[in-house]
Structures are given as C-alpha cells and as structure tokens.
C-alpha cells in the first residue's frame, strides 16, 4: 500500500515519506556508530575509547532530543486516538528504557562494558521506529482532522530551536542539526592504532561491512560511522559493489574531508579506506 493511499492529502503523504526517511537517517547513524565501537573495542581499546564516547555524544545531541520532541508535538494528538492511546504509552515506556540505555552507555567505565548495551540501544531504536513508521504516522496521515505535516513541522521545530540552544554553547554543529539540513539533499591526531598516518597495521584500522545492513539503512549508516571517525584518522569500508553514488554523496556531505583509497576491487567486496584529512 502506498503512502498516498494511506494520507489524507498529498501534504501528509509526503510528510510521511519524510519523517520515515529521517527515521532511516537517525536509524543508520546509529548502526553506524555502534558497529564502529563493536569493530575497536576487539582491536584497538583506545580508538574504542573516543567511538564510546562519540557515541554518548550522539545519543544526548540527535536521539534523545529527537524522542523528546516527539512526545512534545507529536504523541499528544496520537494519544487522543482510542486505537492508538495503548501504543503511545508503550512508546513513552520505550523512550525511558532508551533513556536508560544512554546513562548506562555514559555509566560504562570502559568501552568493553559498554558493548553489550551499545547494541541493545540500537535494537531497541531501530524497532521503536518501525512501530512509529508502522503504525503511529499512517495513523496520523489518515486522519482527516489531523495535519501530519504541521505535527512535524512543530516537532521539527522545537528540535532546531533545541540545537541552537545546545549549539550556542558548543560552538559546533550538532548531529541532529546536520542531519536535518541533509533532509534537503538526497538521501582526531595521534596513532591511537586508528588512523591512516603509516604508524599502526591495516588491520587495527576500524571496519564496516555494509554487505548485510538494510539497503534503506546503507548510506545513513556508513554516515554515521564516518561521523565517528576523528580527524586524521581512517575506517575501512566494506561494500558488496563499487559504491561511487555514496562516495559522491560523501563529498556533497563534507567537501574534501575524506580521501578515499580501495584496497580491494571485487568481485565480492570492495574494501576503501576512508581517511579523515
């Protein structure tokens, strides 16, 4: 069924088409981030150090604000549904047990403690969007009475006023804040055994196999594991072909921070190494 079928008018179909995209995004960044501390907390203890506490970072600047403002702008209305009342609440709860996995992530003396909730953390989101993909937001977009549209635009909203905010004291862009201006796109020094400067094996160099990640989650995922890679350093990618559109679209993302190397063409994986400048 498609999401003009499901909306009410070519407004809300398209903010579903949006909001389940941006879902995608936050989804992806996620899986990237954590499949990068996985890979280096088995490799290299100290590069696992910096990705755990990347990780941290991303969940207090993109997700967790990203689940409070859906409960500010957009849960009320879904919640005055009878057939959705029991779902938003479930939801709340999973918002909490979200929240609890990120203080546990921050609690982790050392990022081998972390791993196991690091993973739990991304089931539990990429599942809670699939119910709110599922279920929450064609339910609004069915509803005659309800405009989707101006429900994310609030949401969207209060997350912009939230990152500057946050931003102004930081003195840096947010993750939230730079994935919501990639909503209008197409879809750091020392060795530490990570970077790509000569000083440590090939083999300590973290590493992402895309080969089995969602199709509609590949590139968000492959950007939020560059995210996560600090500046001269480097992260080997695994692809099952050569993957020239998400490297142009990695170029659009940051114009020349990344130098790309293959060290492996074919025929089953191609294997870059992508090199923080």
């Known amino acids: ?22 879902h995608a995004r936050l989804a992806g960044a996620l899986a990237g981030r954590v499949k990068m501390l996985l ?34 702008a957009l849960y009320p ?9 029991l779902l938003i609440e479930g ?18 003396p050392v990022p081998a403690d972390a791993a196991a909730d690091a993973r739990a953390l991304q089931v539990l989101f990429e599942e809670h969007v699939a119910k709110e993909n599922g279920l929450v937001l064609p339910l609004l977009a069915m509803a005659p009475e309800v405009s989707l549209a101006g429900l994310l635009t609030d949401m969207h909203h209060r997350l912009a006023d939230d990152t500057r905010t946050r931003g102004a004291g930081e003195g840096h862009h947010t993750e939230e804040g730079h994935d919501m201006r990639e909503d209008q796109v197409e879809e750091a020094g020392g060795c530490g055994g ?5 000083g440590a094996e090939e083999a300590a160099e973290p590493e992402l196999d895309v080969r089995e990640v969602p199709h509609a989650l590949r590139h968000a995922t492959v950007f939020g594991a560059l995210d996560a ?5 480097a992260m080997v990618l695994v692809a099952p072909h050569d993957p020239l559109p998400l490297l142009a679209q990695i170029e659009q993302r940051n114009p020349g921070a990344f130098s790309v190397e293959y060290l492996e063409r074919g025929p089953e994986a191609w294997r870059l190494r992508l090199s923080h400048r």
């Not at 209305?77 to 009342?85: I, S, V």
């Not at 939801?91 to 982790?108: F, K, N, P, S």
């Not at 890679?229 to 350093?233: L, S």
């Open 1 to 22: 069924m498609s999401v003009l079928t499901l909306a009410s008018d070519p407004q809300d179909a398209t903010a579903l088409e949006g909001a389940e995209a941006h």
């Open 39 to 72: 890979t280096a907390v088995d490799r290299d203890p100290s590069a696992a150090g910096k990705l755990h506490a990347g990780l941290v970072a991303f969940c207090d600047r993109s997700l967790l604000p990203h689940a409070a403002a859906e409960e500010s």
């Open 77 to 85: 209305t879904a919640h005055r549904m009878p057939e959705a009342r």
């Open 91 to 108: 939801l709340i709860g999973e918002h909490r047990c979200l929240t609890a996995l990120v203080d546990t992530l921050r609690a982790a």
């Open 194 to 198: 990570v970077c790509g400067c000569g």
């Open 229 to 233: 890679v600090p500046v001269g350093t």
